[in-house]
C-alpha cells in the first residue's frame, strides 16, 4: 500500500514538472512575441516621425530658398527699368502703378507653385500698403500680430518662419526694400495656410494632424475653421472625424500616446515642433500610426502559442499516465528476474572453473597473436609517422587513440599531452561549433571536410584543411573517426593575395575613363568595364559570355558596312590592332557612336595569347568639335582676304561717290545730268554695302555693342523682312529674358538672313518660329560644354523644304547657295557676326520637315543699360583748318574738294610722321590746326592709331577723327578709348563728314 501510494506521489511530481516546463516555455515564446511585437510598433513609429521630420525640414529649407530667389529675382531683376519703376511706385506711395508692375510677379509665382498666396507690401509703421490679392483691403496694423515684420523694418534683416492662419500655419518671408539709400517698408511673399500639412498628406499614407495652443489662434485674431477644440489645443486634420473620436483620450502634451479608435489601436506620436521666425513654437505636427494589424498579430500568435502549450501539456500528462504504471511493473518483474539469477550463480562459478582450464590455453595462444600484432602496429607507425600531413583517430567521446608524428610536432604537444586532450581542444571561437558540425556529419554520411584555424602549443595560429572519415567495426558500428589534416597558410595567402589583386585589376579597369573590353581565346566576353558598360549599352552581368561582336557591333560610319572584328584580327595577327578611320559603335538601343583606339592580345607567363583587350572611347564630340573648329578656320582664311578687298575697295568707292558727289554740284541745274549722277551715286553706295558684307564677314567688321531687347530687336527684323509675303511668324519670348550686349545692326542683319532663306524655303507660304529662352546651365548644351556664365538662346525654326545631308555642313562656307541669284555670303556672314559676339550657331535640318538654326549669345549682367545722352543742337561750324591724312592721293585731294565746298582750309599729308611734323609746324608758327582726320591703315608708314598717340602727347585738346575702310582692331568700334572725337567708314558723303566735324568742333 505504502509503495502504491509513493508511486503516486512520484507521478505527481513527474506530472508536475512537466506542467511548469512547457508553460516556462509558453511564457517565454509569449513575452518574446510581445517584446518583438513592441520593437516593431517603436520602429514604425521612429521611421513616422523620421519622415515627416525630413519632408518638413526639406520642405522649410525649399520655400525659404524659393521665397528668397524669388524676392532677390524680383528686386535685382535684370530688366531694371522695370524694377526702377516698382521701386519708385512705391516710394511715391502710387498704389494703383504699383498693383499694376507686381501684379504680373504675382501671377507668374503663383502658376510656378500652387501654394503660393501672399505677395504684400508694408511701409516702415508696419501698416498694409498693398496686399496683391485684396488690394482694396489696406493701412491696417500688422504689429500686434506680426513681431516678424517689426523687426524686419527695425533691423532691415530678412525674416522667415511660420505663422498662425485660419486652418494650421503659414510660411512666411518678409524682405526690406532700400532704395538709393532710403528704407521703403517692407516686401512680404508666403505660402498658404494649407500647404503643410497638404504636402505632408500627399507623402504619407498615415493620418497627419497639426495642432496649435489655442491662444496662438486668439492671437492671430483669425476665426476658425471646422477643427477639434478641447479648450487647450486645436487639432485641425483632413481626417478630423477621426481625431473627434479619440480626443477624449488624447492628450497633446504628451510625445507618445496608445489609443483606441473606433474599435483600433491606435498610436498618437509628436513628429516635429514648427517654430516662427523667431524660433519660438507655433504648434505641432502629430502622426496618427494604425497599430491594429500588429497588435492582431501579437494577440494571435500569444494565442497559437497558449493553445499548441496546452495540447502539448494534454498529450504529456496522458502518455506519462500510460506509460508510468508499466514502467513500475516492468522493474518489479525485472527484480524477480535478478533473484532467480543469484540462486543459479553457484553452478555458473563451477561451469567458469572448468572454462578457465582452457582459457590458459586459449592465452598462450593469444600472446602469439599479440606479438604478430606488434609486429604489424610498428609496421602501421611506421607508415603513419612517413605521412607529412596530420593523422589522427579518435573515439566516440573525442578521446584520442592514436596520432603520427607530424602530429606531436607540428602541434608542438608531447605523446602524454596529447593522449589527454581532445580534438576541440586545438581550436577557438566559432571553429569548435565547425569542428562539432563536421564529426556529426562524418558520423552521419561518412566523410567530411573542413578548413579551420588549427592552434599550436605556443598560441600561434595555421590554417589547416581537415579531412575526416568515421571508423566501423565488423559490424558496421562507427566506433571512432580518422582525420588528416594538412597546413594550407601559405597556399590562402597565396589565394587572398591573387585574389586582391584581381579585385585591383576589376577596380582599375572600372577606373579607367576608356571603355575596356577583355574576351576568352573563343572570342566571348570576361568583363566590361563601367565606361563600356554606357557606350554600348550592355551590362556586364548580360554581356559575359556573349561573343564580342553581339556587343562590340562596329561599323563603317560613312558606307554602313561591318567592320572586321578587332578581337579576330588581334587572334589572327598576334598583336595590337587599331581600328579604322570613320569607325562607329551601334549601342544596344541602336544609337551611333564615333570611337576610336584599338585591341591588343592579352598574354600569359609563357607569352601565349589567352584572351583579347579592346580600350576604346567616344570621339562623337571632339569629331563635331573639329568639324567646327575646321569651318571657323574656313571662314577665318576667306574673311582675310575679304577684308584686305574690302579695304582697297572702298578707297576706289570713296573716291568715285566723292567725285559723284562733287561734280553734281557743279553741274548746276541741268537736269538730266543729276540724274545720271544721282543714280550713279546710288550705285556706289550699293557696291559700298555689299564691301560692309565683307567687312562684317572679316575680321575687320568687329560689333559696336549697346545693351539691347533681344526681343524687340528679333521682332522687327523679322517683320521688315517678311512684310507682304505669306509667310507668318510667331514669337515666344519669356518676360524675363535677359539683356544682351550686341551691335543691334548686325544682328539685325543675322535674323534677317536667316529669315529670309526661311521665306524662300517656304514659297507658297509657310510659319516660322522663332523662340528665345535663359540657359542658365551651359554645359548641359553640346556647344557650350566648355564654356562658362549665362546664355540666351534663340530658335528659329520654319515648316519650309529643309536642306540635305549633304549639303547642310557647307550652309555656312562663303560663296555657297543654292539660288540662282545670290552672292552665297548670307550665311557666312551671320557665322561671322555670332563669332564676334563670342557667341556660336548651328543648323539642323531633314528634308521635308524643315530647318531650325540656334543662336547662343552671352550674357554680361555687370553691363547697365545706357542712358541716351541729348545732344543739344548747336550752330552751324565757321570755316576750319583740318588735316588730312591719307596714303592714297585721290582720296587725299577728294577730301580736299569736299571740305572746300564745306567752307574749311586743309592741310594735306601722307601718313602719321607726316602728320606730327605738320601738326608741330603750325602750332609753333601760330597758325594751328583745328582737326586731323586720319587713315587707320597706311601701308609701310606710321597708321592713325599710333600716330593720334603722339600728337595728343603733344597737344592733350587735339581733335582727332578716325577713317577707315577696313582695321584689324576694334577701333573704329571703341573710337573713344583710343583718343578719337569721332570715327567715319568709308566710303562717306558730304552729309557723313559735315556731321563728323560738326559733333568734334562744337
Excluded at 523620421?50 to 528668397?68: A, G, P, Y
Excluded at 516492468?330 to 572454462?355: A, P
Excluded at 562656307?813 to 545670290?822: E, L, R, S
Amino acid at each position: 500500500m505504502k509503495e502504491s501510494q509513493k508511486n503516486i506521489r512520484e507521478k505527481h511530481r513527474v506530472v508536475a514538472f512537466v506542467t511548469v516546463v512547457i508553460f516556462g516555455i509558453c511564457a517565454g515564446f509569449c513575452g518574446y512575441i510581445i517584446w518583438r511585437g513592441q520593437k516593431e510598433i517603436t520602429a514604425k513609429i521612429s521611421v513616422s516621425e523620421k519622415n515627416i521630420r525630413q519632408v518638413v525640414k526639406i520642405l522649410e529649407k525649399n520655400n525659404s530658398d524659393k521665397h528668397k530667389n524669388n524676392i532677390k529675382s524680383f528686386l535685382n531683376t535684370r530688366d531694371s527699368s522695370t524694377r526702377v519703376r516698382i521701386l519708385k511706385a512705391f516710394e511715391r506711395r502710387d498704389r494703383e502703378e504699383l498693383f499694376q508692375l507686381s501684379e504680373p510677379y504675382f501671377k507668374l509665382f503663383k502658376k510656378k507653385d500652387a501654394s503660393f498666396s501672399t505677395f504684400d507690401w508694408l511701409l516702415p509703421d508696419n501698416r498694409t500698403f498693398l496686399r496683391i490679392v485684396k488690394p482694396k483691403i489696406f493701412d491696417n496694423d500688422v504689429s500686434e500680430i506680426r513681431p516678424d515684420i517689426v523687426k524686419a523694418n527695425q533691423d532691415l534683416q530678412q525674416n522667415s518662419g511660420y505663422i498662425p492662419a485660419r486652418t494650421g500655419l503659414s510660411y512666411r518671408v518678409v524682405q526690406p526694400v532700400v532704395y538709393q539709400g532710403r528704407h521703403l517698408g517692407v516686401v512680404q511673399f508666403g505660402l498658404t495656410d494649407s500647404f503643410l500639412i497638404d504636402m505632408l498628406q500627399r507623402q504619407f499614407d498615415n493620418v497627419v494632424i497639426q495642432v496649435m495652443p489655442t491662444n496662438t489662434l486668439q492671437r492671430s485674431k483669425i476665426s476658425k475653421l471646422p477643427s477639434y477644440n478641447n479648450g487647450s489645443f486645436i487639432a485641425q486634420s483632413y481626417d478630423i472625424d477621426l481625431i473627434k473620436s479619440a480626443s477624449p483620450a488624447i492628450d497633446w502634451k504628451l510625445d507618445h500616446q496608445r489609443t483606441v479608435i473606433q474599435g483600433k489601436d491606435y498610436v498618437v506620436s509628436k513628429a516635429i515642433e514648427l517654430s516662427n521666425y523667431a524660433g519660438d513654437p507655433e504648434g505641432w505636427l502629430f502622426t496618427l500610426i494604425d497599430i491594429s494589424e500588429l497588435t492582431a498579430e501579437q494577440r494571435t500568435d500569444v494565442i497559437k502559442i497558449v493553445t499548441i502549450s496546452i495540447i502539448i501539456l494534454f498529450f504529456a500528462v496522458f502518455i506519462i499516465s500510460k506509460s508510468y504504471n508499466k514502467l513500475i511493473d516492468k522493474i518489479s518483474r525485472m527484480n524477480d528476474t535478478l533473484t532467480q539469477r543469484n540462486i543459479t550463480l553457484d553452478d555458473r562459478v563451477t561451469e567458469r572453473t572448468r572454462i578457465n582450464t582452457a582459457l590458459t590455453a586459449e592465452i598462450e595462444e593469444r600472446k602469439q597473436a599479440e606479438n604478430a600484432l606488434k609486429e604489424e602496429k610498428f609496421f602501421t607507425e611506421s607508415a603513419l609517422n612517413s605521412i607529412v600531413d596530420i593523422f589522427y583517430l579518435f573515439d566516440l567521446n573525442g578521446k584520442f587513440l592514436t596520432w603520427n608524428r607530424a602530429f606531436s610536432e607540428v602541434s608542438g604537444y608531447s605523446d602524454q599531452e596529447l593522449s589527454l586532450m581532445k580534438p576541440t581542444d586545438f581550436f577557438l571561437g566559432d571553429d569548435i561549433q565547425g569542428v562539432a558540425e563536421i564529426v556529426e556529419k562524418i558520423y552521419k554520411e561518412g566523410t567530411g571536410k573542413i578548413e579551420a584555424n588549427f592552434v599550436l602549443k605556443d598560441g600561434r595560429q595555421i590554417l589547416c584543411e581537415f579531412v575526416g572519415s568515421r571508423l566501423e567495426d565488423s559490424q558496421g558500428n562507427v566506433i571512432g573517426f580518422t582525420g588528416i589534416g594538412r597546413d594550407i597558410t601559405e597556399r590562402k595567402q597565396a589565394e587572398e593575395k591573387l585574389a586582391a589583386e584581381k579585385e585591383r585589376l576589376a577596380v582599375t579597369l572600372r577606373s579607367i575613363g576608356d571603355g575596356v573590353i577583355t574576351t576568352d581565346i573563343e572570342g566571348r566576353i570576361v568583363f566590361i568595364n563601367k565606361v563600356a558598360e554606357q557606350l554600348t549599352g550592355w551590362s556586364n552581368k548580360d554581356a559575359e559570355g556573349r561573343f564580342s561582336h553581339e556587343v562590340f557591333n562596329i561599323v563603317n560610319e560613312k558606307t554602313g558596312q561591318k567592320c572586321a572584328n578587332p578581337v579576330s584580327r588581334v587572334l589572327e595577327f598576334g598583336r595590337i590592332v587599331g581600328l579604322a578611320n570613320h569607325t562607329a559603335l551601334i549601342c544596344k538601343d541602336g544609337a551611333l557612336r564615333s570611337i576610336a583606339d584599338s585591341g591588343a592580345p592579352i598574354r600569359d607567363m609563357e607569352s601565349k595569347i589567352i584572351g583579347v583587350v579592346i580600350v576604346f572611347h567616344d570621339i562623337t564630340h571632339e569629331k563635331k568639335m573639329e568639324e567646327e573648329l575646321l569651318k571657323v578656320r574656313k571662314l577665318e582664311s576667306v574673311g582675310v582676304l575679304a577684308g584686305g578687298i574690302a579695304h582697297d575697295f572702298n578707297n576706289i568707292l570713296a573716291a568715285i561717290l566723292g567725285n559723284i558727289e562733287l561734280a553734281a554740284y557743279r553741274v548746276g541745274e541741268d537736269t538730266k545730268i543729276v540724274s545720271l549722277l544721282s543714280n550713279a551715286q546710288k550705285a556706289t553706295k550699293r557696291a559700298a554695302k555689299l564691301t560692309q558684307q565683307l567687312l562684317t564677314f572679316s575680321k575687320g567688321g568687329d560689333p559696336v555693342k549697346e545693351t539691347t531687347s533681344i526681343s524687340k530687336l528679333i521682332s522687327e527684323s523679322a517683320d521688315f523682312v517678311l512684310h507682304g509675303s505669306p509667310v507668318s511668324c510667331d514669337y515666344t519670348f519669356p518676360d524675363d529674358l535677359w539683356m544682351v550686349n550686341v551691335d543691334s545692326g548686325q544682328l539685325g542683319q543675322v535674323i534677317q538672313n536667316i529669315v529670309i532663306n526661311a521665306k524662300h524655303a517656304m514659297p507658297e507660304g509657310g510659319r516660322i518660329y522663332i523662340r528665345c529662352d535663359n540657359v542658365e546651365d551651359a554645359a548641359s548644351e553640346a556647344l557650350l560644354s566648355l564654356q562658362e556664365g549665362d546664355f540666351i538662346r534663340i530658335t528659329i525654326q520654319d515648316t519650309g523644304i529643309g536642306i540635305p545631308q549633304e549639303m547642310i555642313d557647307k550652309v555656312f562656307d562663303p560663296y555657297f547657295t543654292t539660288k540662282q541669284a545670290g552672292s552665297g555670303l548670307g550665311l557666312a556672314i551671320c557665322h561671322s557676326i555670332i563669332n564676334k559676339h563670342d557667341g556660336h550657331i548651328s543648323v539642323q535640318s531633314s528634308p521635308g520637315k524643315g530647318t531650325t538654326f540656334t543662336i547662343y549669345l552671352p550674357v554680361d549682367p555687370s553691363v547697365d543699360i545706357p542712358v541716351a545722352k541729348q545732344q543739344k543742337p548747336g550752330s552751324a561750324v565757321k570755316a576750319a583748318r583740318i588735316m588730312v591724312m591719307d596714303d592714297d592721293e585721290i582720296i587725299r585731294t577728294l577730301v580736299q574738294a569736299q571740305l572746300y565746298v564745306l567752307g574749311h582750309e586743309t592741310v594735306l599729308v601722307a601718313d602719321g610722321e607726316q602728320a606730327i611734323n605738320k601738326y608741330q609746324e603750325l602750332q609753333d608758327g601760330g597758325a594751328p590746326v583745328d582737326l586731323v582726320i586720319m587713315d587707320l591703315t597706311i601701308p609701310g608708314g606710321m597708321g592713325g592709331q599710333e600716330a593720334a598717340q603722339q600728337l595728343l602727347q603733344i597737344d592733350p585738346d587735339a581733335k582727332i577723327i578716325v577713317s577707315s575702310g577696313y582695321s584689324n582692331d576694334p577701333v573704329l568700334a571703341s573710337y573713344r578709348e583710343y583718343g578719337f572725337c569721332a570715327a567715319i567708314a568709308k566710303p562717306f558723303d558730304l552729309a557723313e563728314l559735315m556731321k563728323s566735324i560738326e559733333s568734334t568742333l562744337s
